[in-house]
């Protein structure tokens, strides 16, 4: 089972229509995966830098690598 922290499952039931589906997942990568779509379709701005919600995206991805 992959742990999530509380901060984690709050982002992803913000930012994902099927969260649920997301947190029920057994495959990590495919978790990761979900996320790394995410940073790269909304969290960057137009120089191509990080922006807030990607470094808010990028923790959350970070947390569930470094915890599992």
């Given at each position: 089972?992959?742990?999530?922290?509380?901060q984690?499952?709050?982002f992803?039931?913000e930012?994902?229509?099927?969260?649920?589906?997301i947190l029920?997942?057994?495959?990590?990568?495919?978790?990761?995966?979900?996320?790394?779509?995410?940073?790269?379709?909304k969290?960057f701005?137009?120089?191509?830098d990080l922006?807030?919600?990607?470094?808010?995206a990028?923790?959350?991805?970070?947390?569930?690598?470094?915890?599992?």
């Amino acid at each position: 089972m992959i742990q999530f922290s509380e901060q984690d499952k709050k982002f992803i039931m913000e930012n994902f229509e099927n969260a649920k589906d997301i947190l029920a997942e057994q495959d990590i990568k495919k978790v990761l995966r979900v996320i790394d779509d995410l940073i790269m379709d909304k969290g960057f701005d137009v120089n191509y830098d990080l922006n807030d919600f990607g470094r808010e995206a990028q923790r959350v991805y970070d947390s569930i690598y470094y915890n599992n």
